[in-house]
């Protein structure tokens, strides 16, 4: 049976919405999920998704075991000149697209229950201490009123400015640029290739394909006027890349680009809003975890709300149980990235793998959570 009190309201519907939203949903709860665009649709990301999440999805019974999906357990990574390591992988991975990954939890979303908006972004959200309710102001200028609200809306959003969040008046140097490719390369290995400025993951997803995703530099991308010269100009001088680039078949007519990617720290609960996903803080791309941190943080934040008895209950669970799994990963990532995209620096990186790989599955390993 459906509560009717304690509306729950979840902005975003990328991972973390959706799966807090599902799990809120399965276990009684009346869930508005909001999402600004219209399912499905792809998104800047690597697509390669940590192992971590697997028993969570499958006990949720959200794992989509409809698709045959590669598995992934070797790590390939190449200093800026081409030199190539590898190493395997102890916990592994799969490879998966946002496209079809976003659009199947959506469909779960909606068997279990969660009322579902798209098309339709949150413009403001106000918490009011005297009714102790949230109300949401939305962009076809109807407005909403709920008793909880999970922020799940992403990296970077309006409402960060609304906020007043710190990190969201930082310009940052970084662009990220997405393709899907038809090419010769295994499917059980997830490569990290250097560039100056920068660096490019590839691994298998579903049907054959292979997603290439690269972080670079905006100032390079202003540099050369568009992203096709940079990559000639920078991404090839990489010689992996450049035959990468010339030999295979790229399935979108332009690539998918987002800027502005910031991973400075922000806090897990701000203005009584439980944030989950990247909303509570982006991983370096290269550690290749945000999506397995916004399935476990969407988790969190629906126990949060199923287990605290009252509202500061409920945001002390979620902020102590948000610092514990996530706040270390963030940091060693942040630090990690500094080995990558110069040449001096990824050549060390690289000797380092190639040396002392225990040392490197350290690294691995403390940038991602165990099973849960
Ligand atoms: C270049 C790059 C490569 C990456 N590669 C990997 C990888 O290989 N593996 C990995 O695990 N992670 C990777 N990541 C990280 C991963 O993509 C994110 O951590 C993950 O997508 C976060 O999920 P989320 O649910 O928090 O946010 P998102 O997936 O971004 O979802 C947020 C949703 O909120 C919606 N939204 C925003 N504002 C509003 C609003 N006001 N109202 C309504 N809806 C709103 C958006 O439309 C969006 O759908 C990569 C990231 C980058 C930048």
Same mark, same amino acid.
């Given at each position: 049976?459906?509560?009717? @009190?304690?509306?729950?309201? *979840?902005?975003?519907?990328? =991972?973390?919405?959706?799966? &807090? /939203?599902?799990?809120?949903? @399965?276990?009684?709860?009346?869930? #508005?999920?909001?999402?600004?665009?219209?399912?499905?649709?792809?998104?800047?990301?690597?697509?390669?998704? &940590?192992?971590?999440?697997?028993?969570?999805?499958?006990?949720?019974?959200?794992?989509?075991? $409809?698709?045959?999906?590669?598995?992934? &357990?070797?790590?390939?990574?190449?200093?800026?000149?081409?030199? !190539?390591?590898?190493?395997?992988?102890?916990?592994?991975?799969?490879?998966?697209?946002?496209?079809?990954?976003?659009?199947?939890?959506?469909? @779960?979303?909606?068997? $279990?229950?969660?009322?579902?908006?798209?098309?339709?972004?949150?413009?403001?959200?106000?918490?009011?201490?005297?009714?102790?309710?949230?109300?949401?102001?939305?962009?076809?200028?109807?407005?909403?009123?709920?008793?909880?609200?999970?922020?799940?809306?992403?990296?970077?959003?309006?409402?960060?400015?609304?906020?007043?969040?710190?990190?969201?008046?930082?310009?940052?140097?970084?662009?990220?640029?997405?393709?899907?490719?038809?090419?010769?390369?295994?499917?059980?290995?997830?490569?990290?290739?250097?560039?100056?400025?920068?660096?490019?993951?590839? %691994?298998?997803?579903?049907?054959?394909?292979?997603?290439?995703?690269?972080?670079?530099?905006?100032?390079?991308?202003?540099?050369?006027? &568009?992203?096709?010269?940079?990559?000639?100009?920078?991404?090839?001088?990489?010689?992996? #890349?450049?035959?990468?680039?010339?030999?295979?078949?790229? =399935?979108?007519?332009?690539?998918?680009?987002?800027?502005?990617?910031?991973?400075?720290?922000?806090?897990? *609960?701000?203005?009584?809003?439980?944030?989950?996903?990247?909303?509570?803080?982006?991983?370096?791309?290269?550690?290749?975890?945000?999506?397995?941190?916004?399935?476990?943080?969407?988790?969190?934040?629906?126990?949060?709300?199923?287990?605290?008895? %009252?509202?500061?209950?409920?945001? /002390?669970?979620?902020?102590?149980?948000?610092?514990?799994? $996530?706040?270390?990963?963030?940091?060693?990532?942040? !630090?990690?990235?500094?080995?990558?995209?110069?040449?001096?620096?990824?050549?060390?990186?690289?000797?380092?793998?190639?040396?002392?790989?225990?040392?490197?599955?350290?690294?691995?390993? %403390?940038?991602?959570? @165990?099973?849960?």
């Amino acid at each position: 049976m459906k509560e009717t @009190k304690n509306k729950v309201i *979840v902005i975003g519907g990328g =991972l973390a919405g959706l799966v &807090s /939203s599902i799990l809120l949903a @399965k276990r009684g709860k009346d869930v #508005l999920l909001i999402e600004k665009k219209t399912y499905p649709f792809h998104r800047v990301c690597g697509e390669y998704i &940590s192992n971590e999440v697997l028993d969570f999805l499958k006990r949720e019974a959200i794992y989509p075991d $409809f698709l045959e999906m590669p598995s992934i &357990s070797r790590f390939e990574f190449s200093d800026t000149k081409g030199q !190539k390591v590898r190493i395997s992988l102890d916990l592994g991975g799969f490879g998966i697209s946002r496209y079809v990954l976003d659009e199947w939890l959506y469909q @779960k979303a909606k068997f $279990f229950g969660v009322e579902v908006l798209t098309g339709i972004q949150v413009s403001t959200v106000d918490f009011d201490e005297k009714t102790d309710k949230f109300s949401l102001s939305l962009s076809d200028h109807s407005v909403l009123e709920g008793d909880y609200v999970i922020g799940a809306y992403g990296k970077r959003s309006k409402l960060d400015l609304t906020l007043k969040r710190p990190f969201i008046q930082q310009r940052s140097p970084f662009i990220g640029v997405k393709y899907h490719l038809k090419m010769d390369f295994v499917r059980d290995t997830v490569a990290l290739y250097n560039f100056a400025g920068g660096y490019c993951g590839i %691994n298998a997803i579903e049907e054959g394909k292979f997603n290439l995703c690269y972080l670079g530099s905006r100032e390079q991308l202003r540099k050369f006027g &568009s992203v096709e010269e940079m990559e000639r100009q920078v991404l090839w001088k990489n010689p992996i #890349l450049a035959r990468i680039f010339r030999e295979s078949e790229f =399935l979108f007519e332009k690539p998918e680009v987002i800027n502005e990617i910031n991973f400075e720290p922000k806090k897990p *609960v701000e203005n009584h809003i439980l944030m989950a996903g990247d909303a509570a803080g982006l991983i370096t791309p290269l550690c290749g975890n945000g999506m397995a941190m916004a399935i476990h943080s969407g988790k969190l934040a629906g126990e949060a709300l199923l287990s605290g008895q %009252n509202r500061s209950e409920i945001e /002390s669970i979620y902020a102590q149980s948000w610092n514990a799994e $996530f706040r270390q990963r963030l940091w060693i990532g942040r !630090k990690v990235q500094r080995l990558f995209g110069a040449k001096g620096v990824s050549v060390f990186a690289r000797n380092l793998i190639q040396h002392l790989p225990f040392f490197a599955k350290q690294i691995i390993k %403390n940038t991602h959570g @165990k099973p849960f």
